[in-house]
């Protein structure tokens, strides 16, 4: 899987919007982005995906951009339960067909102040 | 609630002493998979299970010894585990572009 660089921590106020970003300059033309974020003492939990375009779900926007060498996990409004940490992952489209591997990095940590 | 179970939530355990692990979802999920969070360090991958088949070996050394007695269930089993097993290990499952975790258990070796 290509590699994915993130701050190592971020903070953000309260109710604020909060920028995420990720580098992945060798991301493949079949690789998804993937972003799942872990708050503490709990499992990860999915966040949300894309391949080209800008997504966008109840939880988050994802904002790829036009060369896919970077995108942007974003928050709207940040809350104190977002406070978590945030990883950006790439997935083959094609690899391990019927399952679906993640290779965690070390994320960013997301702090929000009140 | 994520819909992926994990008992025990925590455990303690000398080394030479036998447990196990479970893991159980009902999500209709084909594929599970057990991975390793030790503090400091990223996710690491262990196995993986398709339709009850193991499909991926991470290298993990025999003391972990994981079992897909079904689709909805997953268990690993440890034996003789040195203090450097210590970790929170996770369960998932996966359907799609999405995978499912457990809250995890903490294991501790002493």
């Known amino acids: 899987d290509a590699k994915t660089t993130q701050p190592n921590s971020m903070e953000s106020n309260e109710e604020e919007p909060v920028h995420l970003p990720c580098n992945h300059s060798?991301?493949?033309?079949?690789?998804?982005i993937h972003w799942y974020r872990q708050l503490p003492s709990q499992g990860p939990e999915y966040v949300i995906h894309?391949?080209?375009s800008n997504v966008n779900n109840r939880m988050a926007s994802l904002a790829i951009a036009e060369d896919r060498k970077s995108s942007t996990l974003i928050l709207h409004r940040a809350t104190l339960r977002d406070a978590a940490v945030y990883y950006c992952i790439l997935r083959d489209r094609d690899s391990g067909a019927g399952s679906y591997q993640l290779t965690f990095g070390k994320g960013t940590k997301l702090s929000v102040i009140p | 609630e994520t819909g992926v179970t994990q008992t025990p939530r925590h455990l303690v355990m000398g080394m030479t002493n036998k447990k196990s692990l479970k893991c159980e979802q009902h999500?209709?999920?084909?594929?599970m998979y057990w991975y390793k969070q030790s503090a400091k360090k990223p996710l690491e991958l262990m196995f993986v299970?398709?339709?009850?088949?193991?499909?991926e070996n991470n290298s993990v050394p025999s003391r972990f010894s994981p079992e897909c007695p079904n689709s909805s269930h997953l268990f690993l089993h440890l034996h003789t585990l040195q203090p450097e097993d210590s970790a929170l290990y996770l369960c998932?499952?996966?359907?799609?572009?999405?995978?499912?975790f457990g809250q995890g258990t903490r294991l501790t070796v002493v």
């Open positions: 999500l209709g999920h084909n594929a």
């Open positions: 060798t991301i493949s033309g079949t690789d998804y």
């Open positions: 998932a499952s996966s359907r799609g572009q999405e995978a499912f």
């Open positions: 894309g391949l080209t």
């Open positions: 299970y398709n339709f009850k088949e193991q499909t």
